[in-house]
């Protein structure tokens, strides 16, 4: 454990399942070896609403946070139920500034399968994890790999969010490691 770094604070944006935030602070612990603590939730962002798309543009929410203070955390990764995009983008599972401190997570399309069945819990949680952990690779610099298994591999759908582990590749984990020192 890297006990000199400021825990990684996991934050609710409006009403999220307490199961799932734990699920997200305890991977990050296990996979990437840092404290974590669950913070009070924060309003739903609303001045993020995008009214014509009917979704919630990312990189204003991302702005707000990195103006907002954090005393105690250096990395906030923000949970939130509403469909993110990105202008480029129809919609992004999570979104993170290149060595930013927020980081986005939203459970939105995690909920269905490609196929329109409805996954197990414990998948829309694991799903939930994988990109948290991703999302949280970025705020420590780290960027898109080409390893299909690697955690930092650019995932666009569900297929490949699945496909997915929940290890960084060698080259990748070197380099976090780096960053953590
Ligand atoms: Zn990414
Ligand atoms: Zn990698």
Redesign the pocket.
Known sequence: MISNKKPVGVVPLGEVSEIVLKVVADHITRCFKLFTQILSPLEQPEYALDERRLQYNAGIIIEMFESMHFSDHDKIIAVLNQDLFIPIFTHVFGEARQGGKCGLVSLFRLAKNPDGSSPLRSLIHERAAKVALHELGHLFDLFH?E?KL?L??FSGSIEELDEMSFH??E??SIYLQDKLR
Do not use: A, G, P, V
């Open positions: 790999c390893q690697c930092m591999h960084l590749c080259y990748c």
